[in-house]
T-cell receptor, first 112, second 113 residues
């Protein structure tokens, strides 16, 4: 069965620090997709990135970067030079076909 | 496009009461989902639908029923609400392509007393 683990329940950093959010997944399929979503205090879910199981290239988008390693079944998310607006709950998710499984989320607090 | 909308936004029920949550999408998506979000547990899939007239159970289906009579609507029903069903409920939709992201509604906060 598919499973996503986000071991870090809460992280607190000071503005401008770099922070990495960990995500470890389990799946028996060879074809799957991994996602990261952001849930700001307002409550909506914001899509950040999608990565397929055949593409292990790291991706960078502005201050955000993602490191996908199939060998360790991990899909970690790094925010460089964090800002107060990055404060949110971040979810990692795994999609195999019909459904999607989410991790429990990591609450990130960025203090000024 | 309104995207994915949910009705109502908030609701308070007494134990044993019934209610229906409505999800509507205007993107002509085939797949629709209902999740519940509880503190420390992320989002858990309740039921989903891969097309009009079809439904399937997710991870936590007990106590809920769903219907997809029209492609654009996905209804979630609670026949006899229990305090354990106090949660935030999210609806989502996507195309047939499982590589596509899911588009989420704004959520419904339900409290069962």
């Amino acid at each position: 069965a598919q499973k996503v683990t986000q071991a870090q329940t809460e992280i607190s950093v000071v503005e401008k620090e770099d922070v990495t959010l960990d995500c470890v997944y389990e799946t028996r399929d060879t074809t799957y997709y991994l996602f990261w979503y952001k849930q700001p205090p307002s409550g909506e879910l914001v899509f950040l990135i999608r990565r397929n199981s055949f593409d292990e290239q790291n991706e960078i988008s502005g201050r955000y970067s993602w490191n996908f390693q199939k060998s360790t079944s991990s899909f970690n998310f790094t925010i460089t030079a964090s800002q107060v607006v990055d404060s949110a709950v971040y979810f990692c998710a795994l999609s195999e076909y019909n459904d999607m499984r989410f991790g429990a989320g990591t609450r990130l607090t960025v203090k000024p | 496009n309104a995207g994915v909308t949910q009705t109502p936004k908030f609701r308070v029920l007494k134990t044993g009461q019934s209610m229906t949550l409505l999800c509507a999408q205007d993107m002509n998506h085939e797949y629709m989902y209902w999740y519940r979000q509880d503190p420390g547990m992320g989002l858990r899939l309740i039921h989903y639908s891969v097309g009009e007239g079809t439904t399937a159970k997710g991870e936590v289906p007990d106590g809920y029923n769903v219907s997809r009579l029209k492609k654009q609507n996905f209804l979630l029903g609670l026949e006899s609400a229990a305090p354990s069903q106090t949660s935030v409920y999210f609806c989502a939709s996507r195309t047939w392509d499982f590589t596509d992201t899911q588009y989420f509604g704004p959520g419904t906060r339900l409290t069962v007393l």
